[in-house]
T-cell receptor, first 115, second 116 residues
Framework: EAQVTQNPRYLITVTGKKLTVTCSQNMNHEYMSWYRQDPGLGLRQIYYSMNVEVTDKGDVPEGYKVSRKEKRNFPLILESPSPNQTSLYFC??????????????FGSGTQLSVL | AQKITQTQPGMFVQEKEAVTLDCTYDTSDPSYGLFWYKQPSSGEMIFLIYQGSYDQQNATEGRYSLNFQKARKSANLVISASQLGDSAMYFCAMSLQSGGYQKVTFGTGTKLQVIP
């Protein structure tokens, strides 16, 4: 089944404790991205990647890191989480230029709470 | 910079009635794509419909249609014959593919509630 797998689904942590949210897709998509969703603000892009070893900042990259060492994986790293990073996070992928319909395929989301 | 505007934070519609969710966009790029996603209370993001900027006809997917008015830069979602299961948050989004990158921008969403 074609899917984007995101883990964990829920995460509670404390300020300053490094964490990683994993994201993996099995559709051979070049494009992957991370979003955070906050009430009243919609989804805002954190980082995106056009291909292996190619990443770039989105609209709200501060406090986050990403890496794209393999095409299928795109982990989101919070080196020192703070309470303002409490949010619902989504990973997404798309076929980009290989399809005339470049819709995003989303993971199931990670609800992160930073205490 | 591109921008998506959804001016309706919340809406109510009677079951079986049609409803229009508004979306306006702003970009100077001639090539772009417009999407609508549905987010039910369970949280997942569900793709509904897509319209390319060069598409001549409005996109339709079952009960969903996208009213694309390029000159007005609007991409409203029309849901016909509303069902209770349509109660959800709806997001409009725009995708730009230019210079070897893809940038996707979302609106703030509209919460639709269908009344029996």
């Amino acid at each position: 089944e074609a899917q984007v797998t995101q883990n964990p689904r829920y995460l509670i942590t404390v300020t300053g404790k490094k964490l990683t949210v994993t994201c993996s897709q099995n559709m051979n998509h070049e494009y992957m991205s991370w979003y955070r969703q906050d009430p009243g603000l919609g989804l805002r892009q954190i980082y995106y990647s056009m291909n292996v070893e190619v990443t770039d900042k989105g609209d709200v990259p501060e406090g986050y890191k990403v890496s794209r060492k393999e095409k299928r994986n795109f982990p989101l790293i919070l080196e020192s989480p703070s309470p303002n990073q409490t949010s619902l996070y989504f990973c997404a992928s798309s076929p980009y230029g290989r399809s005339p319909d470049p819709r995003l395929f989303f993971g199931s989301g990670t609800q992160l709470s930073v205490l | 910079a591109q921008k998506i505007t959804q001016t309706q934070p919340g809406m109510f519609v009677q079951e079986k009635e049609a409803v229009t969710l508004d979306c306006t966009y702003d970009t100077s790029d001639p090539s772009y794509g417009l999407f609508w996603y549905k987010q039910p209370s369970s949280g997942e993001m569900i793709f509904l419909i897509y319209q390319g900027s060069y598409d001549q006809q409005n996109a339709t997917e079952g009960r969903y249609s996208l009213n694309f008015q390029k000159a007005r830069k609007s991409a409203n979602l029309v849901i016909s014959a509303s069902q209770l299961g349509d109660s959800a948050m709806y997001f409009c989004a725009m995708s730009l593919q230019s210079g070897g990158y893809q940038k996707v921008t979302f609106g703030t969403g509209t919460k639709l509630q269908v009344i029996p």
